[in-house]
């Protein structure tokens, strides 16, 4: 749909990085305010999105141009009613959930990694028998599925960076109807902010809570699922639909990397909440290619 370097990505990029940047901030809708320009960006974005839309009604209207597309963007001009702001509205709300959150994953997964040389030996250990297993039954050396089912101790690692790492810290969710929560009385309306690494840093519930311990997961990846006191990804109807993309996305890459290459960081840098994840100094890594076999 859309090609790195390409000017319209481009232009998109720099639109949905200045969008970000008024997403927590004050709502102060005068010229200037960090609000202020998300709001116009998220004008311009809609308007590349539309763009988009048009062109590919011209596509799918057209017999030479023409294949079925299994992707979001037909699925949405097919089964939407609200028009274009609901698709907009959709597309923004995928790029906006799924593009910082994984990509902050992966800092973070390498972030703790390096402070912890035991897991990567055990994750390599991991990845290479995987290979093995594929080489030696002849299949294609492409991940799949089943792989990432059968990769026990890389479930443990990236749990362990969802818990210590907390993408999403907090959710505002609001009542839709009065309710009555262990004696409190929330009213209809009100905002509620579920405080998610209060809970997966509560020493109550994660012994030594501070510590990245990839192997207190080990013999309860199949509760991850049910656990009330593990939720990344957030909870009920309007838990993440990206969580098991982005699981996979963070499998890959370690993956690759892991069996690819060696890194170190290039200079000392920590995650800080402003309010989502960032390193201040980028989370420099210097990396070289050594095939691990
Ligand atoms: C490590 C990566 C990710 C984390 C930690 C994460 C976390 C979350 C959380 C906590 C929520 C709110 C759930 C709630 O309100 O209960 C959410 C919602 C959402 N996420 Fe993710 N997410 C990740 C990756 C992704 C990806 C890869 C996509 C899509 C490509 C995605 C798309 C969305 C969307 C569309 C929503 C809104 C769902 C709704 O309101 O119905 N997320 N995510």
């Not at 949905?16 to 927590?24: L, W």
């Not at 011209?58 to 089964?79: A, S, T, V």
């Not at 390498?110 to 594929?134: M, N, S, T």
């Not at 294609?140 to 990769?151: H, T």
Request: aromatic fraction near 10%; hydrophobic fraction near 40%; charge should be neutral.
């Amino acid at each position: 749909m859309w090609i790195l370097g390409e000017p319209e990505m481009e232009k998109l990029m720099r639109e949905y990085n200045d969008f970000i940047k008024g997403v927590a901030v004050f709502p102060l809708n005068i010229p200037g305010t960090s609000y202020w320009k998300a709001l116009k960006s998220r004008e311009k974005i809609l308007e590349i999105f539309k763009r988009k839309v048009e062109e590919r009604k011209r596509i799918n209207g057209d017999e030479n141009l023409r294949m079925e597309r299994d992707d979001l963007l037909n699925w949405l001009m097919k089964n939407t009613t609200n028009g274009f702001e609901e698709i907009g509205d959709t597309l923004l709300h995928t790029l906006f959930g799924g593009h910082d959150t994984t990509s902050r994953a992966i800092c973070l997964l390498l972030y703790f990694l390096d402070g912890c040389p035991k897991a990567i030996q055990q994750l390599r250990e991991e990845h290479l028998q995987v290979v093995k297993i594929k080489e030696d039954r002849g299949e294609s050396n492409k991940l799949n599925w089943d792989d990432f089912k059968a990769m026990e101790f890389t479930k443990c690692v990236i749990n362990e960076t969802l818990r210590l790492g907390n993408i999403a810290g907090f959710l505002h969710k609001k009542a839709r109807t009065e309710i009555e929560f262990k004696g409190y009385v929330i009213p209809q309306g009100c905002t509620v902010i579920t405080h998610l690494s209060a809970v997966h840093l509560d020493p109550n519930l994660f012994e030594n809570p501070n510590h990245f311990d990839p192997w207190r997961w080990m013999g309860l990846i199949s509760d991850v699922y049910k656990m009330k006191n593990f939720m990344p990804f957030g909870g009920g109807p309007r838990q993440c639909p990206g969580a098991e993309l982005a699981r996979m996305e963070m499998m890959v890459f370690v993956h690759h990397l892991l069996l690819n290459y060696s890194w170190e960081l290039a200079e000392p840098d920590h995650p800080i909440t402003l309010p989502f994840i960032e390193f201040p100094k980028g989370l420099p890594v210097k990396i070289q290619p050594v095939p691990h076999k």
